[in-house]
């Protein structure tokens, strides 16, 4: 009887670190779970903007632009001089890009500030489906310029659509927003970034 019950226990022994080495992964999803969800509670609860990720450009002189037109938009294509002298706020979109559509009535507005010029990057679309978006919501750009490849966003190090940059006169970018602008962020986040680069008080 003892030998058969000494026999047992390592099996026993064994059998318990499975079950822990099972647990493992378990418990990693859990931690992840807990980190995602108090990101998304600072940012429900607390104000934070975590789509606002810091880009290592902000600060720098923007890279250079030189992008076709969008054919049929009757829109300049982007350039340097499109920018130059001007605090431009340079918005990377599709119209295949769902978060896109939603964003644009404010940016229909911001393109009625006198204080700002509004330019887009076009985003590996099709020219005509682009041009179907902007018809049925308005164009709201003073230049577009076409970035079939991506090769200009990934100058601009984009993570992804839409993205905006706010470039000053002298042409260093001065803020990022990471996905679509809405009240709040264009509240607390772009109107105070514009504000500081004219040197003009918060409002």
């Known amino acids: 009887m003892s030998t058969s ?11 318990a670190a499975r079950y822990l080495l099972a647990l493992i992964p378990l418990v990693v999803f859990a931690g992840f779970a807990l980190v995602a969800g108090k990101m998304l509670y600072d940012q429900d609860v607390n104000g934070l903007d975590v789509s606002a990720i810091p880009s290592a450009l902000i600060g720098k002189t923007a890279p250079s632009l030189s992008l076709p037109p969008l054919e049929g938009s009757q829109t300049p294509a982007l350039t340097d001089a499109a920018m130059k002298g001007k605090l431009t706020l340079v918005n990377v979109f599709a119209s295949w890009c769902v978060p896109c559509r939603q964003e644009h009535p404010m940016l229909k507005d911001l393109a009625k500030d006198s204080r700002l010029t509004l330019v887009g990057i076009n985003y590996k679309d099709r020219n005509d489906n682009a041009l179907r978006f902007l018809g049925e919501l308005g164009n709201p750009y003073d230049a577009i310029g076409v970035d079939p490849n991506g090769k200009a966003a990934i100058d601009w190090g984009v993570y992804g659509i839409p993205e905006s940059y706010l470039v000053g006169p002298d042409g260093t970018i001065l ?23 004219l040197g003009t008080p918060a409002g």
């Open 175 to 197: 803020y990022k927003k990471v996905g679509p602008f809405d009240e709040r962020s264009v509240t607390d986040g772009l109107m105070p970034a514009i504000e500081k680069a």
């Open 5 to 15: 019950t000494d026999d047992k226990r390592p099996e026993g022994g064994r059998s």
